[in-house]
């Protein structure tokens, strides 16, 4: 088993960045293929951004890429998001999951979730 917690979240103004950073607990966080996904409220849970365990697989929603780079450090057990470019429709509750063997697109494939920190983009 694996715990996720999440910290970085805030509140910034259109065009600024904040780094996202999720800290697995165990052992085995290498196994694990991590992914990022957000939830706005009266909207459903939305794929943002995955990577597998090796940290060469990157994979990114189309409506953020090129502003948003995942990345993992397996020494420190740390899933990390940076976010540019931000905007007000980027607010959300950003949650962080945790699945083994392949990474997947589909929120219902990851196993283990974080509590979620949020991210609110003001105009």
């Known amino acids: 088993q694996v715990q996720l917690v999440e910290s970085g979240g805030g509140l910034v103004q259109a065009g600024g960045s904040l780094r996202l950073s999720c800290t697995a607990s165990?052992?085995?966080?290498?196994?694990?293929?991590m992914g990022w996904f957000r939830q706005a409220p009266g909207k459903e849970r939305e794929f943002v951004a995955g990577?597998?365990?090796?940290?060469?697989?990157?994979y990114y929603a189309d409506s953020v890429k090129g502003r948003f780079t995942i990345s993992r450090d397996n020494a420190k057990n740390t899933v990390s998001l940076q976010t540019n470019s931000l905007k007000p429709e980027d607010t959300s509750v950003y949650y962080c999951?945790?699945?083994?063997?392949?990474?997947?697109?589909?929120?219902?494939?990851?196993?283990?979730w974080g509590q979620g920190t949020q991210v609110t983009v003001s105009s």
């Open positions: 999951a945790a699945k083994t063997q392949n990474f997947g697109w589909l929120k219902e494939e990851y196993d283990y």
């Open positions: 165990g052992r085995t966080f290498s196994s694990y293929a």
């Open positions: 990577i597998t365990q090796s940290g060469k697989g990157k």
